[in-house]
């Protein structure tokens, strides 16, 4: 297959990976934000990556490794979307912005699940970055194709 | 010096072969006794003077055929559409070992014809 | 060289390394401007400009020299999806990199090769 289409798709997997590691660097950022008086609160985003539609990887092989630039469909396309959870409530009556229970809404986000998201972002980064330079290796391989003598 | 040198090579190979075909064939012809086998023999000589020169035509054609296509391999690479480079590689390695392997046939070709014109008659 | 399939080749070979070289300086000045406010990132408009020499191509079957007299790599600014300019994206950049060196190797062991193919040709054989 193309040597291109192999760098766009290792690169296409680092972009979402970067991003899921953006996206758990600002709901920690965020992490101790309070519902203000207007009643909008801080809703933890998270990345959304999905399988095109037509992308089934047996009906590829059957038409086979000519087809060009099927192998684009393989990658995965990515959405932020913010989530619908409960804000996190915590019991301060002497807060400022306490409601009349004496209950602070806090920003829904949970700092052990964006931290091990994090880290598992940056592995799957890493092993992008390895099949990259694998690919490249490759390449370089095959030119040497003849030269032996 | 033109960019045609391998595709003229070829043609001119092709015609020495059967200049030095037709040669060896008037001679032997020349040799044979006009008595009985006059049909016989010139039907052979003249099947092994069509065999052999399609046969040095046809390989001659299979290399530039080999050749050419791997020049448009690399065109298709230097404009971007490469779509198997180790494809390329290889296919271009055939055309250099066939071509290779012409060259010798030819000089060999040659050095026999050569030997052959030496011999006092 | 000036006539024939091979003056083609070479002629397009030659062109596609200027356009790669000139890539490879646009991918590592995007690299170093990175976080500069208001830098627009470049890229290298080659393969665009071969249309013509594509379709002359899928009619006759091999590259026509001609097609390539008015082919120019040279810089333009990267415009985003909606018309926008973009930021530079340093893995991307960084994926470009690595495959704008690969095709150099490549289009430097094909022209090698092909002089080496004529040389053997010139030298009739022998070294």
Not at chain 1, 32 to 38: E, K, L, M, S
Not at chain 3, 91 to 101: F, L
Request: no cysteine; glycine share 8%.
């Amino acid at each position: 297959m193309n040597y291109a289409d192999s760098f766009a798709i290792s690169a296409i997997g680092m972009n979402i990976e970067r991003a899921r590691v953006d996206v758990a660097a600002l709901n920690l950022a965020n992490a101790n934000t309070v519902q203000g008086a207007g009643g909008q609160s801080y809703q933890p985003l998270r990345v959304i990556a999905q399988v095109r539609d037509d992308a089934r990887f047996g009906t590829m092989v059957g038409r086979g490794l000519d087809s060009a630039g099927s192998m684009a469909q393989l990658t995965p396309s990515m959405q932020v979307v913010a989530t619908q959870g409960a804000s996190r409530m915590v019991y301060e009556p002497s807060h400022p912005l306490a409601n009349a229970q004496g209950f602070v809404a806090y920003a829904a986000v949970d700092p052990a699940t964006e931290m091990v998201s994090m880290m598992s972002a940056t592995r799957a980064y890493e092993a992008n970055v390895s099949a990259m330079n694998t690919a490249r290796t490759l390449a370089l391989r095959a030119l040497d194709i003849g030269s032996g003598a | 010096m033109t960019a045609f040198l391998p595709v003229e090579a070829l043609s001119s190979l092709s015609q020495q072969a059967q200049a030095m075909v037709s040669a060896t064939n008037a001679q032997t012809s020349q040799g044979v006794s006009p008595a009985g086998n006059d049909a016989a023999t010139s039907l052979s000589s003249s099947l092994t003077n069509d065999g052999f020169a399609q046969m040095v035509s046809q390989g001659l054609s299979k290399v530039n055929g080999q050749l050419i296509g791997s020049q448009v391999d690399l065109q298709k690479l230097a404009m971007g559409d490469a779509q198997n480079l180790h494809q390329i590689m290889i296919n271009l390695e055939e055309s250099r070992l066939s071509f290779q392997l012409m060259m010798q046939v030819r000089s060999r070709l040659l050095e026999a014809y050569q030997d052959v014109m030496k011999m006092p008659v | 060289m000036t006539e024939g399939i091979e003056a083609a080749t070479s002629a397009a070979l030659t062109l596609a390394l200027d356009a790669a070289s000139l890539r490879q300086q646009a991918i590592a000045a995007n690299i170093a401007n990175a976080n500069v406010n208001g830098y627009v990132p470049q890229r290298v408009s080659f393969e665009a400009q071969l249309e013509d020499a594509r379709q002359s191509m899928a009619h006759i079957g091999r590259l026509d020299p001609v097609s390539l007299g008015q082919v120019q790599p040279r810089l333009e600014p990267a415009v985003g999806r909606f018309g926008s300019s973009s930021l530079v994206q340093l893995d991307m950049e960084a994926a470009e990199m690595a495959r704008n060196a690969v095709h150099y190797q490549a289009l430097v062991k094909g022209l090698s090769r092909h002089f080496s193919i004529l040389s053997m040709a010139a030298g009739d054989g022998r070294k």
